[in-house]
């Protein structure tokens, strides 16, 4: 029978590392990461997770050793957020190219310099072109369920790949709000233990991580190419399958109010939630607004997306991270890259905020609705802009 | 017998590039890396097997009657069986082309 | 004699590393792993640093292991190893994984060892993993062109420490790895050559059923890195343990022993004149190195005390 526990977002993700009844969890306390590897930590050593924490002395190790226990085939898990993120990088790369099933909690924050350890996007939008499966959370709730089922769709023999998921650095992870936590037997059989098709196993001996010369790189890319952008329907139909067992629904792309919408925000993460209070209050107030949540960020879901904007006249994003010489941050790249070309495509300007934990109020998601509004009236080349940062 | 690297499709790949057949690299012909070639004599022989011991390929192995014979589809010729031999049974000899 | 015929030979007489590989011709380091993985036996899984033996042999799509094996990458070879113990650990507890014992085994060159993996090395021998690290060390950062690595031994001549107008080469003493593994805490250090395949097989053995991490220290001759003729290395390695340049001994449970006691070492000089990569060095420079081997052997002499074998 589920509980309704009042918990911060890292706890409600340590209860689905131990519901899921992981078998490794390497990771190195990094904040705002640090109340999941210490609740794991007392769950372990009270014997409610039965499994091999390894204290590793890095994040690079971290993620090594979640390579090295997750090709023998045991249930792995991990956590990090900014810093420690980056100081695994190229590690990030090979779990995804050697395609083992590794689900990492990360409480997205903001990279140094200068120092801060606060939530933002930047760690998260560094990693786009590592090759996980990667998706947001927006409260303790979904990244409780999200967590549960990131082991799932990782471990489908269909997929084969790592799963990153996404809660915003301390507006998720030490945020304390009620969910619903199941037992073990309302669970039931919604996530099968792990079964890893190619183990390293010395009555089957295999070679991972040989070397590929020019002759034959390129090939073993676009298989990994491929196969990540084939694993939507999996995923698609694991969430389906959590909602239909749990009645709690998540889609690549969640939109709010946006049927007749003519300018649509496109959002992610938990800031999301003021997003919609002020498209709440300016519906009240007749303007046709409406919000699209980025559930699924990679591999990013074009169809679904385009169909989510379709109406809209103008579309303007609201993204966590810089972009330093880019033209555009990273997700309104992706958004205009997703519509360029297509029948009616929106006019787009964006807006970048939020940057190491500076807190975005409705009324902020109003006035910024407010500014798209006169840069499309007045048809203003504007690629983006910052907002709440003082002038 | 593996494809060559050059011949296989993205098709072909197998999941995490994962190179399922144990020693296929067994194919590979290290001997026409050479340019200098063991000669073993039989009758200076006394088959104590150091010349195995210490061959990094390896590829030196008994034949019928006991004696250690390198395999020259891998032999490199770097000399070692011969230098290391103690009844000096091995001579290294240019190879002519 | 056909080469299937050699194969299913050496498979006979138990060698777990075949033919085929990419080493250069006389490599000392393949060598030595050859005699490691025969010593090992078949029940491993070996986790492998980026360097000369992965690529040597794990040209994709072929292999020439015949036994589970997995590279990552160049400095994380022992935290690769830590997770693979940690899983087959958990596994077993739940019922799952192979049904024998499995020996861990993480590989890696002096660079992955002394420098940019020493931190990984470090943090899985602390934690006490049940596993064996084997350092096979050819004294420089061969497998990308013959650069200095901290193992690099003082006035060695390598492409990042070249002799010069203004260089004699190395300017820095080689890092004493197998101290800092000791300096762990750990129950088994070990140094072996493959000059020496008794030894080394005994030593892997001990490491095998001793239970926490054992360091594995391999003296590996390069002749490609150190300028030497392609059919020295194994007389390189007797050169360079009889000259006390490579002590070679062990430490169980905090006692030391030489396995080979050397009473008259033999000068330095024989052991440096095959190598290109010391030719460069004056009388002065020799004399200087010959007593620091002396004094060091010295030291390791009287940690030891009793003689094995």
Same mark, same amino acid.
């Given at each position: 029978?589920?509980?309704?526990?009042?918990?911060?977002?890292?706890?409600?993700v340590?209860?689905?590392?131990?519901?899921?009844?992981?078998?490794?969890v390497?990771?190195?306390?990094?904040?705002?990461?640090?109340?999941?590897v210490?609740?794991?930590?007392?769950?372990?050593?009270d014997?409610?997770l039965?499994a091999?924490?390894?204290?590793?002395?890095?994040?690079?190790?971290?993620?090594?050793?979640?390579?090295?226990?997750?090709?023998?085939?045991?249930?792995?898990?991990t956590?990090t957020?900014?810093?420690g993120l980056?100081?695994?990088?190229?590690?990030?790369y090979?779990a995804?190219s050697?395609?083992?099933?590794?689900?990492?909690?990360?409480?997205d924050?903001?990279l140094s310099?200068p120092?801060?350890v606060?939530g933002d996007?930047?760690?998260?939008?560094?990693?786009?072109?590592?090759?996980?499966?990667?998706?947001?959370?927006?409260?303790?709730?979904?990244v409780?369920?999200?967590t549960?089922c990131?082991?799932?769709?990782?471990e489908?023999?269909d997929?084969?790949?790592?799963v990153?998921v996404?809660?915003?650095g301390?507006?998720?992870s030490?945020?304390?709000?009620?969910?619903l936590?199941?037992?073990?037997?309302?669970?039931?059989?919604?996530?099968p233990?792990?079964?890893?098709?190619?183990?390293?196993d010395p009555?089957?001996?295999?070679?991972?991580?040989?070397?590929?010369?020019?002759?034959?790189?390129?090939e073993?890319?676009k298989?990994?190419?491929?196969?990540?952008?084939?694993?939507h329907?999996?995923?698609?139909?694991?969430?389906?399958?959590?909602?239909?067992?749990?009645d709690?629904?998540?889609?690549?792309?969640e939109?709010h109010?946006?049927?007749?919408?003519e300018?649509?925000?496109?959002?992610?993460?938990?800031?999301?939630q003021?997003?919609?209070v002020?498209?709440?209050?300016l519906?009240?107030?007749?303007?046709?607004?409406?919000?699209?949540?980025?559930?699924?960020?990679?591999?990013f879901?074009?169809?679904?997306?385009?169909?989510?904007?379709?109406?809209?006249?103008?579309?303007?994003?609201?993204?966590?991270?810089?972009?330093?010489?880019?033209?555009?941050?990273?997700?309104?790249?992706?958004?205009?890259?997703?519509?360029?070309?297509?029948?009616?495509?929106?006019r787009?300007?964006?807006?970048?905020?939020?940057?190491?934990?500076?807190?975005?109020?409705?009324?902020?998601?109003?006035?910024?609705f407010?500014?798209?509004?006169?840069?499309?009236?007045?048809?203003?080349?504007?690629?983006?802009?910052?907002?709440?940062?003082r002038? | 017998?593996?494809?060559?690297d050059?011949?296989?499709?993205?098709?072909?790949?197998?999941?995490?590039?994962?190179?399922h057949?144990?020693?296929?690299?067994?194919?590979y012909q290290?001997?026409?890396?050479r340019?200098?070639?063991?000669v073993?004599?039989?009758?200076?022989?006394?088959?104590c097997?150091? !010349?195995?011991?210490?061959?990094?390929?390896p590829?030196?192995?008994?034949?019928?009657d006991? *004696? *250690?014979?390198?395999?020259?589809f891998? !032999?490199?010729? !770097?000399?070692?069986c011969?230098?290391? !031999?103690?009844?000096?049974?091995?001579?290294?000899?240019?190879?002519?082309? | 004699?056909?080469?299937?015929?050699?194969?299913?030979k050496?498979k006979?007489?138990?060698?777990?590393?075949?033919?085929?590989h990419?080493?250069?011709?006389?490599?000392?380091? #393949?060598?030595?792993?050859?005699?490691?993985?025969k010593?090992?036996?078949? @029940?491993?899984?070996?986790?492998?640093?980026?360097?000369?033996?992965?690529?040597?042999?794990?040209p994709f799509?072929?292999?020439n292991w015949?036994?589970?094996?997995i590279? +990552?990458?160049?400095?994380n070879?022992a935290? %690769?190893?830590?997770? #693979?113990?940690?899983?087959? @650990?958990?596994m077993?507890?739940?019922?799952?994984?192979p049904?024998?014992?499995?020996? #861990?085994?993480?590989?890696?060159? @002096?660079?992955?060892?002394?420098?940019?993996?020493?931190?990984?090395?470090?943090?899985a021998?602390?934690r006490?993993?049940?596993?064996?690290y084997v350092?096979?060390?050819n004294?420089?950062?061969?497998?990308?062109?013959?650069q200095?690595?901290s193992a690099?031994?003082?006035?060695?001549?390598?492409?990042?420490?070249?002799?010069?107008?203004?260089?004699?080469?190395q300017?820095?003493?080689?890092?004493?790895?197998?101290?800092i593994?000791l300096?762990?805490?750990?129950?088994?250090?070990?140094?072996?050559?493959?000059?020496?395949?008794?030894?080394?097989?005994?030593?892997?053995?001990?490491?095998?059923?001793?239970?926490?991490?054992?360091y594995?220290?391999?003296?590996?001759?390069?002749?490609?890195?150190?300028g030497t003729?392609?059919?020295?290395?194994i007389?390189?390695?007797r050169?360079?343990?009889?000259?006390? #340049?490579?002590?070679?001994?062990?430490? %169980?449970?905090?006692?030391y +022993?030489?396995?080979?006691?050397?009473k008259?070492?033999?000068?330095i000089?024989?052991?440096?004149?095959?190598?290109?990569?010391?030719?460069?060095?004056?009388?002065?420079?020799?004399?200087?190195?010959q007593a620091?081997?002396?004094?060091?052997?010295?030291?390791?002499?009287?940690?030891?005390?009793?003689?094995?074998?």
């Open positions: 029978m589920a509980k309704r526990v009042g918990a911060e977002g890292s706890f409600a340590a209860e689905a590392v131990r519901l899921a009844d992981t078998d490794v390497a990771a190195y306390p990094i904040t705002p990461q640090t109340h999941i210490e609740r794991l930590s007392e769950m372990v050593a014997g409610e039965k091999n924490f390894i204290y590793v002395e890095s994040e690079h190790s971290a993620m090594s050793a979640c390579l090295g226990s997750s090709a023998v085939g045991a249930r792995t898990f956590s957020a900014g810093q980056e100081l695994m990088h190229e590690v990030l090979l995804s050697m395609r083992l099933p590794i689900v990492m909690a990360v409480a924050r903001a310099g120092l801060n606060w996007h930047s760690d998260a939008m560094a990693t786009r072109e590592c090759g996980w499966i990667q998706y947001f959370g927006e409260n303790a709730q979904e409780f369920d999200l549960l990131a082991f799932k769709i990782a489908h023999h997929v084969l790949f790592p990153m996404h809660m915003d301390f507006h998720v030490h945020v304390v709000e009620p969910y936590l199941p037992d073990k037997e309302e669970l039931g059989d919604f996530l233990p792990i079964n890893y098709p190619y183990p390293l009555n089957k001996p295999i070679t991972m991580g040989a070397f590929a010369p020019p002759a034959v790189y390129s073993c890319r298989a990994q190419d491929v196969a990540v952008n084939s694993t329907a999996t995923i698609e139909n694991v969430w389906n399958e959590f909602g239909k067992r749990f709690r629904h998540y889609k690549p792309i939109t109010k946006t049927e007749d919408a300018t649509i925000l496109v959002s992610i993460g938990s800031f999301n003021m997003a919609a002020a498209v709440d209050k519906r009240e107030e007749g303007k046709k607004v409406g919000l699209v949540r980025i559930r699924l960020w990679r591999p879901p074009l169809q679904a997306f385009r169909q989510a904007v379709k109406s809209a006249k103008n579309v303007v994003i609201f993204e966590r991270s810089m972009t330093y010489g880019g033209t555009v941050g990273p997700v309104c790249a992706e958004v205009k890259s997703a519509l360029y070309g297509t029948k009616g495509a929106p787009i300007t964006s807006f970048i905020g939020g940057l190491g934990g500076r807190d975005m109020s409705p009324k902020q998601f109003e006035a910024l407010k500014r798209a509004q006169e840069i499309f009236d007045k048809n203003l080349d504007i690629q983006y802009e910052t907002i709440g940062v002038e | 017998m593996a494809k060559k050059f011949e296989l499709t993205w098709k072909d790949i197998p999941v995490g590039s994962i190179v057949e144990p020693g296929n690299a067994s194919q290290t001997g026409d890396w340019s200098q070639m063991p073993l004599d039989k009758a200076k022989c006394v088959k097997g150091i !010349c195995y011991r210490f061959c990094p390929e590829c030196i192995v008994k034949d019928d006991g *004696y *250690y014979v390198s395999d020259l891998y !032999c490199k010729g !770097c000399g070692i011969a230098y290391e !031999c103690p009844k000096d049974a091995i001579t290294i000899v240019k190879e002519e082309h | 004699m056909s080469t299937l015929n050699t194969l299913q050496l006979d007489a138990g060698e777990l590393f075949m033919p085929g990419r080493a250069c011709i006389g490599c000392g380091e #393949v060598l030595a792993m050859r005699q490691v993985c010593a090992l036996g078949k @029940d491993i899984i070996i986790a492998n640093a980026t360097g000369c033996m992965e690529i040597i042999s794990s799509p072929t292999t015949n036994v589970p094996w590279h +990552a990458l160049f400095e070879t935290a %690769v190893a830590s997770g #693979v113990e940690s899983g087959l @650990d958990a077993r507890r739940k019922g799952k994984g049904s024998q014992d499995v020996t #861990v085994v993480a590989m890696g060159g @002096d660079g992955s060892t002394f420098d940019i993996g020493l931190q990984s090395l470090s943090g021998l602390e006490g993993h049940n596993f064996i350092c096979f060390d004294e420089g950062y061969m497998n990308t062109g013959i200095r690595s690099t031994p003082f006035g060695a001549s390598t492409t990042t420490s070249p002799v010069g107008k203004n260089s004699i080469g300017t820095t003493q080689k890092k004493d790895m197998p101290l593994a300096a762990h805490h750990i129950p088994y250090i070990a140094t072996c050559t493959p000059a020496h395949p008794t030894d080394l097989a005994k030593k892997i053995k001990k490491a095998k059923e001793i239970k926490g991490p054992a594995i220290h391999v003296f590996s001759p390069c002749p490609t890195g150190w003729d392609s059919d020295v290395a007389e390189l390695c050169l360079a343990v009889d000259t006390g #340049v490579f002590p070679l001994g062990e430490c %169980v449970h905090g006692t +022993a030489l396995t080979k006691h050397i008259e070492l033999k000068p000089r024989d052991y440096m004149k095959l190598q290109r990569r010391f030719r460069h060095l004056s009388d002065d420079v020799i004399d200087q190195i620091q081997v002396r004094e060091h052997y010295a030291i390791v002499r009287s940690k030891c005390g009793v003689v094995n074998n």
